[in-house]
């Protein structure tokens, strides 16, 4: 199955400029783990933070519409 490996997860967030391991709770051997359940939070936010850029990009192109028949 695919799906995110811990290593992408720490490179992602340190390429947002993120401190912290935000899902990652483990090493051993520069073996990274992820937690699952932790990611689920982020996830939210991230998907409503999404939400709401959609969001204004729709009012901003309604308006921009509307003065532009």
Same mark, same amino acid.
């Not at 689920?40 to 509307?66: H, K, T």
């Given at each position: 199955?695919?799906?995110?490996?811990? &290593?992408?997860?720490?490179? !992602? @967030?340190? +390429?947002?400029?993120?401190?912290?391991?935000y899902g990652v709770v483990g090493e051993d051997a520069n073996?990274? $783990? /992820?937690? @699952?359940?932790?990611?689920?939070?982020?996830? /939210?936010?991230?998907? @409503? @933070?999404? #939400? #709401? !850029?959609?969001? &204004?990009?729709? +009012?901003?192109?309604? &308006? $921009? /519409? !509307?003065?532009h028949p």
């Amino acid at each position: 199955h695919w799906g995110i490996t811990a &290593q992408d997860l720490n490179s !992602a @967030q340190a +390429s947002l400029g993120l401190q912290g391991n935000y899902g990652v709770v483990g090493e051993d051997a520069n073996t990274f $783990y /992820v937690s @699952q359940g932790e990611l689920i939070a982020p996830m /939210v936010l991230a998907i @409503q @933070q999404l #939400s #709401s !850029a959609l969001d &204004q990009l729709r +009012s901003e192109f309604d &308006q $921009y /519409v !509307a003065t532009h028949p």
